[in-house]
């Protein structure tokens, strides 16, 4: 998402904003600009000028409340078309009058494919009005953001009980609805169940997070949750006060979340009130099917939960263990606690593991002797079986200030495992989250091939060294053949190989151990993190970001 860095939007200023936008960017936002405050002439034509490769526009928290129904009306019919994603958050849509509503409910872009309308207090109209507004949204709609609008209640004095009424207005097409943080824990049980029953069948993920279920009796969520439609595969019940909840109470609850689910978010709930034992027990209840299963933000890290979970019965592809609390303090550096590298190891079948803290880069020094440990056992062990170095290590994925803190320490005593480390650092061997291989120039890989054959005078270390250079070979002669233009480019690199004689490895050139680059990339471990960013999909297995 490309973002206007102004705050005064005018005719150079705007035209000078589309100019630096990235070439494949497809997102622009706005959000919190103050475009209310333009004459409504100017905002119609920036909103027109939008480039048609832009699909996502974030106009988020520009106060349109206050301005006049035909205002905004005016403003949206006049969006570009290629627009099909509109983030309309925090824009005081409560300030109008029923008919209104519904009118600028309808000039949403017909061609929209989603929507979040998220905190704009929509709880203060009757039902009526929210069925007639609801019912004028785009009708191909597939993913829809209603959450933080206080449905739950009218004008938050009165228990909304006709709330299925107002759900079943919702397009038609809606795959993907959030009704978070909406004080759904208001309405009775029989108007939540029929609430969540007349849901249409087209949905197949649903956030009831942050809704405080957990003040009510178990007896409560079990009949909302079995009021789930079959269809549903992917449930977010996170922050929902479990920690409210007795020990069996918490087991049984585990037991009644739909078995179809395939994705589950049971964030922020204070699971860490809860004893290990006790935990173990839930989590064995939990769906077979699971494919994610999202536990962050549960206070894990100050309790061993290693027992708890081997309990989880089903083959996860994604964990995600984030801000738990895992780190510890040794010589006033942080480091990741004895507690997650145990979960890690008891959950080696989970094909990506994520871990998002707080990480000082003052534990580079750290980081190095570990990386040096994982080199150091994978070469000098033998008959070590993959299943093994997988249970005891895990992969670096590094941003480009922590990779040059690493090169550029110097470690005597693993002199040539440094210069391995080195290496594999610069030909992206050992990830890098700032720089993808595409992105290495001839200078990074004659420093890797230097690095390597340095290395290689250890005769252990130089079979795995001889494997990686062929690589590069490999790569090198690839990469010339498809791009001739660029073969110059490549010069000095086939220059370098060619003195060296390489031949190609035996066919299993390291037979009682993982294959370095293959270990390396499946497993990762400590990603230096600046804030803390959501993980983006594709990234390697095992995540631990600090």
Known sequence: MFDYSGYVLSQTA???FLSKIPPNETGLSFKAKLLSYLDIMELCFYMSRIPKKINKLDLTDNEFGNKSKDYIIAMLMSINPSVTELVFDNNSLDCFNDEELAEIFQAFPRNLLKLSIRNNNLGKYSTA???????????????LDIGDNNLGTILMSTVRENLPEVLTSLPVKIQFLTLQNNYLFVLSEENICT????????????????????MNPINYMQSLLSSIDPNVTELC???NMLDELTDDELIELFAAFPRNLKRLSLSDNNLDKFSAEVLGKAFAKLPPGLKDLDMSGNGFGVKPLKLAFSKLSMQLDSLNLSYNSFTQMVDDIEHPSDDAVAIITVMQPVKKITIEEDFSLESTHFLTYHLLDILKEIIFTDKVKPALLKQKFNHFELNDRLQAELIHKEYPSYLHLNHLMKGLLLNFTIGNQDCYSTDTDEKRIVDAINYFIKAAEDPKIKPYVDYLLWEIKKANIISSSKEKRERVKYNSIEQKLERLNLIPPENDPIKHVVKIQHYLEEYSFFKEMEGKEKTEDGLPSIQMFF
């Open 195 to 214: 609430s969540l029953k007349v849901l249409h069948k087209s949905i197949v993920s649903l956030d009831l997070s942050t809704n405080n279920f957990g």
């Open 129 to 143: 009005a929210l069925q007639n507004a609801f019912k004028r949204l785009p009708p191909d709609l597939i993913t």
């Open 14 to 16: 705007f035209n000078n």
């Open 237 to 239: 019940f996170g922050n």
